[in-house]
């Protein structure tokens, strides 16, 4: 077994939210590069050399790269042989994302019920999703999400016999219905397949893959590459003006499923794709 003392859990959380916050991943600046390039209306290009120099501003003088600092979402692989004392896991991953929220003054945007709606003026509490793995360290995947995005994800519970052409219009019909509310170019992540749960934190879990790389899987990089091409041909554009940028990547994963089932789920991101991982 291996100690690990929440105090270094707090101190990391706290950091990676800040860090988050204000830096893009190499993959998401070299996409938005890429898309400033190729983009074909001269408006949707001009929108995006705003959004090159916004995040230029944001990591030279810390100034978040949007004001919707997120819901902090965390995806925490805990190695069987990893022993956390002085505390308790989640309440050091909160406590790393109250200080971080605050230390960092970012945005505090969470309510502590649905209906209520009160403030709790600190960020917390964050959604956590935990994997028990081999190995004696932890690592967190943390991916701060705004709502402006996933307030226009979905998710769909087709039939075996919709087949992939009802995957291809389930996402479709989720990207147009999005539209500029999803403060585009976006990312968007697919689940497919486990349950009506497991489909939409695969989806969440596939916009935390790198926007450069596909799926293992040849038949889901297809889908991948052919839903990107059919996302960018509905002309929503950057910030939904026009273009041909709508999406910069389509990130699929999935898991096995039932056979009277073909669950599809579609979160999408905006071009704050944000994330910072770390081990301890
Ligand atoms: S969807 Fe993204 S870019 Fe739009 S307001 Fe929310 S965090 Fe900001």
Same mark, same amino acid.
């Given at each position: 077994m291996r100690e690990i003392q929440v105090s270094q859990i707090i101190e990391t959380v706290k950091e990676m939210c800040i860090e988050a916050n204000h830096f893009l991943g190499e993959d998401m600046v070299g996409a938005l590069n890429k898309a400033a390039e190729t983009e074909c209306s001269e408006l949707g290009k001009k929108i995006l050399h705003q959004l090159q120099d916004n995040l230029d501003i944001a990591g030279k003088d810390?100034?978040?790269?949007?004001?919707?600092?997120?819901m902090a979402v965390f995806f925490v692989e805990v190695g069987q042989d990893a022993h956390v004392v002085g505390g308790d896991l989640t309440e050091a991953i909160n406590e790393g994302v109250r200080r971080g929220y605050t230390e960092g003054y970012l945005?505090?945007?969470?309510?502590?019920?649905? *209906? *209520?709606?009160?403030?709790?003026?600190?960020? %917390?509490p964050a959604v956590i999703h935990y994997n028990i793995v081999p190995g004696d360290k932890i690592k967190f995947t943390f991916a701060p999400k705004g709502f402006g995005s996933e307030n226009m994800s979905k998710i769909y519970m087709l039939k075996p016999a919709d087949g992939v052409e009802g995957v291809k219009e389930a996402v479709l019909k989720a990207v147009s219905e999005a539209g500029p509310n999803a403060c585009p170019p976006m990312v968007v992540g697919v689940g497919i397949g486990g349950t009506f749960e497991k489909a939409a934190i695969l989806s969440k879990k596939a916009l %935390?893959?790198?926007?450069?790389e596909h799926s293992k899987l040849p038949h889901i990089k297809d889908l991948e590459e052919e839903l990107l091409t059919k996302i960018n041909n509905l002309g929503i554009g950057p910030a939904g003006l026009g273009g041909s940028t709508t999406a910069m990547a389509v990130n699929i994963e999935t898991f096995a499923t039932h056979i009277a089932g073909l669950p599809v789920a579609v979160n999408i991101c905006c071009h704050v794709n944000r994330h910072s991982v770390r081990e301890v």
């Open positions: 810390m100034i978040p790269i949007c004001q919707d600092t997120g945005r505090k945007s969470v309510i502590s019920d649905p *209906l *209520l709606r009160v403030n709790t003026k600190d960020n %917390t %935390t893959r790198s926007v450069d």
